[in-house]
């Protein structure tokens, strides 16, 4: 995985950022093109969303979970190094409608403490191949 190139249709995702940032600050050279890569890191589904956990007794959401969900594999020219994988992580959080601004902050931040544990799962499942 000396040189890696990351296929994604979304090259502006919270994900291909952080495994792009993740794999470079492993030592991997990130490259523009699949002809000089000595690996493929192919990300097929990027998905990220919330969902309403509770409501209130005024039909009011709640709580909520924001979930990130990748679908990925990674090979060379003459082999698989991960078969195709899925991993979904979640958290949730409480709502307060009078906290508006602070709260999709929030939602904000765990989606990136999302991504970056993502990321965390994925090097270490790389590192023991």
Do not use: C
Not at 50 to 64: I, T, Y
């Amino acid at each position: 995985m000396e040189k890696t190139y990351i296929e994604a249709t979304d090259r502006h995702s919270l994900f291909y950022r952080g495994i792009r940032d993740g794999l470079r600050n492993a030592g991997v050279s990130i490259v523009d093109s699949a002809h000089d890569a000595t690996a493929i890191f192919a990300v097929q589904g990027d998905e990220t969303g919330q969902r309403v956990l509770s409501v209130s007794a005024r039909n009011v959401p709640r709580e909520f979970e924001v979930y990130y969900t990748v679908n990925y594999n990674v090979e060379t020219a003459d082999k698989v190094i991960i078969e195709t994988q899925r991993q979904t992580l979640t958290r949730d959080y409480i709502w307060d409608e009078t906290l508006v601004l602070g709260k999709e902050k929030e939602e904000q931040l765990l989606r990136e403490a999302i991504v970056a544990d993502l990321v965390r799962v994925i090097l270490i499942q790389l590192s023991a191949t």
